[in-house]
């Protein structure tokens, strides 16, 4: 009781503003470590898209050979698929997402050509080469849209906490930056490719 009578003012104000001090430091640390936690998210979020976009390339490909076997005419299929997967190559090198959906909206209306030359070729469809490549690519698809949708949601919990207060101040003070949507930007990539056997 007696200590309690000692202690002044002064020191109890410095005490409250040590308190403060503690509980501010303590409140940015745990923003910070939420942010880096939700930029990481977004960085896993893009790799899951990037394996998925990866594995349509390879997959395409043998996809295209066996077509190709039906439809020598169709070249200029192939000259845009080539011309997508250099593009998706270079934008994946430096890390340009925008780029890579430029690129996979490429590769979609290409395929989108190479399912109509399909149906030209009645005995392409019952091949069982094309059938099995058939179905892994509509799995892919699959796991590109899951994929594409889990990204877009992290992303957009990584811009509302980095853009709302108060841990706009935070992420200013860091340089935490807003991450990409991943988007389509041309309206007739809105549509899914139709495929009928």
């Given at each position: 009781m007696n200590l309690l009578f000692k202690i002044g003012t002064t020191e109890i104000v410095l005490i409250v503003v040590g308190v403060l001090v503690v509980i501010l430091v303590a409140w940015v640390i745990s923003a910070y470590n939420a942010l880096v936690r939700l930029r990481n998210?977004?960085?896993?979020?893009?790799?899951q898209i990037d394996v998925q976009l990866k594995r349509r390339f390879d997959l395409i490909p043998n996809l295209a050979e066996t077509v190709r076997g039906y439809a020598?005419?169709?070249?200029?299929?192939?000259?845009?698929?080539?011309?997508?997967?250099?593009?998706?190559?270079?934008?994946?090198?430096?890390?340009?997402?925008?780029?890579?959906?430029?690129?996979?909206?490429?590769?979609?209306?290409?395929?989108?050509?190479?399912?109509?030359?399909?149906?030209?070729?009645p005995e392409l469809k019952a091949n069982t080469n094309f059938q099995e490549m058939m179905k892994q690519l509509r799995d892919t698809e699959d796991k590109i849209s899951f994929s594409r949708q889990f990204y877009n949601d992290t992303v957009l919990a990584y811009n509302d906490k980095t853009e709302l207060f108060p841990t706009n101040i935070v992420a200013g003070m860091f340089k935490f930056k807003p991450a990409q949507f991943f988007e389509v930007n041309d309206e007739a990539q809105r549509e899914a490719p139709k495929v009928k056997f």
């Open positions: 998210k977004v960085r896993n979020g893009w790799s020598e005419m169709e070249k200029g299929i192939f000259e845009e698929f080539a011309r997508a997967r250099g593009l998706y190559a270079q934008a994946s090198r430096t890390g340009n997402i925008e780029g890579m959906a430029e690129a996979n909206n490429t590769l979609a209306g290409t395929l989108s050509r190479l399912l109509v030359v399909q149906e030209r070729y």
